[in-house]
C-alpha cells in the first residue's frame, strides 16, 4: 500500500513561483510519479510525470515552465513551478500506478494512489 501527501501550495501572484512536494510511503522507487490538477467544473488534468529514471513529460500549457524532478532517497517528487498565472490555479495531486508502466503515462486513470492534494491560487 502506497501512501502519497502533497505539500506546498498557496497563494502566489501572477508570475511567481512555487515548489510542490510529494512525499511517500511504501514501494514507489521504481514507478513513475506523476502530477494532475483540477479546478472545479472540470476534469482532472495531467500536469507532467517522472519515470523512475528520471525522464520526464509535461502537458504543452506547463512545459518550459514547470519541472519534475526526484529524490528517490527521500521519496519525494518535486513539482516546481515558475512564472505562475492564474490557469495554473487548481488542486494539485500526485499520483503512482499500483505497478509499473510500460511508459509514463498521462491518463488519470493509469494511476492507483493518490495523495490529498494541495491548493494554489495564483492571483493576477
Known amino acids: 500500500q502506497v501512501q502519497l501527501v502533497e505539500s506546498g501550495g498557496g497563494l502566489v501572484q501572477a508570475g511567481e513561483s512555487l515548489r510542490l512536494s510529494c512525499t511517500a510511503s511504501?514501494?514507489?522507487?521504481?514507478?513513475?510519479m506523476a502530477w494532475f490538477r483540477q479546478v472545479p467544473g472540470k476534469e482532472r488534468e495531467f500536469v507532467g510525470v517522472?519515470?523512475?529514471?528520471?525522464?520526464?513529460d509535461y502537458a504543452d500549457s506547463v512545459q518550459g515552465r514547470f519541472t519534475i524532478s526526484r529524490d528517490n532517497a527521500k521519496n519525494t517528487v518535486y513539482l516546481q513551478m515558475n512564472t505562475l498565472n492564474p490557469e495554473d490555479t487548481g488542486v494539485y495531486y500526485c499520483?503512482?500506478?499500483?505497478?509499473?508502466?510500460?511508459?509514463?503515462?498521462?491518463?488519470?486513470?493509469?494511476?492507483?494512489?493518490w495523495g490529498q492534494g494541495t491548493q494554489v491560487t495564483v492571483s493576477s
Open positions: 499520483a503512482a500506478p499500483r505497478f509499473p508502466l510500460q511508459r509514463p503515462s498521462r491518463s488519470q486513470y493509469a494511476y492507483a494512489y
Open positions: 511504501g514501494r514507489t522507487t521504481s514507478v513513475p
Open positions: 517522472i519515470s523512475w529514471s528520471g525522464s520526464t
